[in-house]
């Protein structure tokens, strides 16, 4: 029987396929090494448990796979019906039995990439909609998940760190967050600057200033601790909100 391979012939597409997908097996490592009992201690999110976080990786491949499936086929297919829809699912999920948990993870992730190796070269560029109200090319969709796995990995409180994270990963998070907090204006008087890089963001001029190595700034960034990371007056402010 002849392998299967992404229908995507674009190498810049291709990377990015590997890296969600190299994060999807992070998550399912850390997830793995939780015995079923874990599974009902605290995550690194408030209110949430790692059970919350685990529903919420799951339902969100089932979300992104149909809006690869809107990409396809041309059949609008939203994310969710509402956030509030998205929220019941996620508790919904984290009262699920252990192995029907796993399952929901292993099952999701595989249709997923299916999904993915499956769309044809031209649909990528194809537009579909965030549960933001986002129009974005069906390749965002690739980013979307990659994001998730790799900071929700670290969310299980399982021995992961941002420091597992590609650097490639973070990069673009963080300019994703930065770009986020001056869409919003919550960055005034604020300079973020990554020590032994050139990657500086914010107002040149701040009165505030947070520095650090890559990952000890993005894991102060999306409001996870402040590892490494220093700010002015020895104290380091809190991170603007970013989602």
């Given at each position: 029987?002849?392998?299967?391979?992404?229908?995507?012939?674009?190498?810049?597409?291709?990377?990015?396929?590997?890296?969600?997908?190299?994060?999807?097996?992070?998550?399912?490592?850390?997830?793995?090494?939780?015995?079923?009992?874990?599974?009902?201690?605290?995550?690194?999110?408030?209110?949430?448990?790692?059970r919350h976080v685990v529903a919420h990786?799951?339902?969100?491949?089932?979300?992104?796979?149909?809006?690869?499936?809107?990409?396809?086929?041309?059949?609008?297919?939203?994310?969710?019906?509402?956030?509030?829809?998205?929220?019941?699912?996620?508790?919904?999920?984290?009262?699920?039995?252990?192995?029907?948990?796993?399952?929901?993870?292993?099952?999701?992730?595989?249709?997923?990439?299916?999904?993915?190796?499956?769309?044809?070269?031209?649909?990528?560029?194809?537009?579909?909609?965030?549960?933001q109200g986002r129009e974005v090319p069906?390749?965002?969709?690739?980013?979307?998940?990659?994001?998730?796995?790799?900071?929700?990995?670290?969310?299980?409180?399982?021995?992961?760190?941002?420091?597992?994270?590609?650097?490639?990963?973070?990069?673009?998070?963080?300019?994703?967050?930065?770009?986020?907090?001056?869409?919003?204006?919550?960055?005034?008087?604020?300079?973020?600057?990554?020590?032994?890089?050139?990657?500086?963001?914010?107002?040149?001029?701040?009165?505030?200033?947070?520095?650090?190595?890559?990952?000890?700034?993005?894991?102060?960034?999306?409001?996870?601790?402040?590892?490494?990371?220093?700010?002015?007056?020895?104290?380091?402010?809190?991170?603007?909100?970013?989602?």
């Amino acid at each position: 029987m002849v392998a299967r391979h992404d229908l995507t012939t674009d190498p810049g597409l291709q990377e990015q396929l590997l890296q969600a997908r190299r994060g999807t097996a992070f998550f399912a490592r850390k997830l793995n090494e939780l015995t079923d009992a874990g599974l009902d201690g605290g995550s690194l999110l408030p209110g949430w448990s790692r059970r919350h976080v685990v529903a919420h990786i799951g339902y969100n491949a089932r979300a992104i796979a149909r809006l690869v499936e809107w990409a396809s086929t041309g059949v609008e297919t939203p994310m969710y019906p509402s956030v509030a829809v998205r929220d019941e699912e996620i508790n919904f999920g984290a009262t699920l039995s252990p192995i029907a948990l796993r399952n929901l993870f292993d099952h999701s992730a595989v249709h997923l990439s299916v999904e993915w190796r499956d769309l044809p070269e031209d649909a990528w560029h194809h537009t579909v909609r965030t549960i933001q109200g986002r129009e974005v090319p069906a390749s965002e969709t690739v980013w979307m998940r990659t994001r998730e796995v790799w900071v929700h990995a670290v969310d299980l409180d399982n021995g992961a760190s941002f420091g597992d994270i590609p650097a490639s990963v973070l990069e673009r998070l963080l300019r994703d967050i930065t770009s986020a907090w001056s869409a919003r204006g919550t960055d005034a008087g604020l300079l973020v600057r990554v020590t032994g890089t050139d990657l500086v963001f914010g107002d040149p001029d701040a009165a505030v200033v947070v520095a650090g190595p890559l990952a000890g700034v993005v894991q102060w960034a999306t409001g996870r601790g402040t590892d490494g990371v220093a700010g002015g007056a020895g104290q380091v402010p809190a991170a603007p909100k970013w989602i």
